[in-house]
Structures are given as C-alpha cells and as structure tokens.
C-alpha cells in the first residue's frame, strides 16, 4: 500500500522540478533533468497501475466482492506474472528516481 503513496509524490516532485527548469537559465545539465523527470513521471504511473493490480488481485475481501476477480486470484500465471512485472517495475521505479533526483542535484549545485 505504500508504494501507492509514492506516486503521487514523485508527480508533486516532478511539478516541483518543471519550476526549477522555468526558474534557471537552460542549461544541458537542467534539460537531462527534465528528460530524466519525463520518464519519471512514465514509470511512476505504470508502477501505480502494476501494484493496483497486485492489490486488487490479491486481496481477498475484494474477490468476494467481485466474482470475476476471486478467477483473477485463482489464476497462477496472472499471479506470477504481476510479481514479476512488479518486481521489475519497482526496480525500474527506483533507479529512475535516484537517477533523476541525482541530474536535479547536479544541476542545481553544478556538478
């Protein structure tokens, strides 16, 4: 439930770094930034999607609720691959976000 939280983080952090890129010069330094917050912003909504999925799937009080998602649970190869795909995304999620808060830094501090 807490990987959920940190999506809308990363979009208010990606707002916050569109003002730091109106607030400075264009320097190439500022623009891989915001490239590297473009994806960011990607990953981050795909993350959201795969681990709502993982939830929904998972959680049983849900496919009570919803027969159709009590088969979704009951299926093996959706299951795997939703923690695969988790697993991958959540890596992918965090190498980008240190990635571009690192070209922020950088930028910011000109290094």
Request: hydrophobic share 55%; proline share 3%; glycine share 10%.
């Given at each position: 439930?807490?990987?959920?939280?940190?999506?809308?983080?990363?979009?208010?952090?990606?707002?916050?770094?569109e003002q730091l890129q109106?607030?400075?010069?264009?320097?190439?330094?500022?623009?891989?930034?915001?490239?590297?917050?473009?994806?960011?912003?990607?990953?981050?909504?795909?993350?959201?999607?795969?681990?709502?999925?993982?939830?929904?799937?998972?959680?049983?009080?849900?496919?009570?609720?919803?027969?159709?998602?009590g088969r979704l649970r009951?299926?093996?190869?959706?299951?795997?691959?939703?923690?695969?795909?988790?697993?991958?995304?959540?890596?992918?999620?965090?190498?980008?976000?240190?990635?571009?808060?690192?070209?922020?830094?950088?930028?910011?501090?000109?290094?």
């Open positions: 439930m807490l990987a959920l939280v940190l999506v809308p983080i990363s979009l208010v952090t990606a707002q916050v770094g109106q607030s400075r010069p264009a320097t190439a330094m500022i623009q891989v930034h915001a490239q590297q917050g473009d994806v960011l912003k990607i990953v981050s909504v795909i993350f959201f999607v795969i681990v709502a999925a993982m939830i929904v799937t998972s959680y049983e009080p849900i496919g009570r609720r919803f027969a159709f998602l009951e299926n093996r190869v959706l299951g795997v691959g939703l923690l695969m795909a988790g697993a991958l995304a959540g890596a992918f999620f965090l190498y980008q976000s240190i990635i571009t808060g690192h070209s922020g830094a950088s930028s910011v501090w000109g290094r």
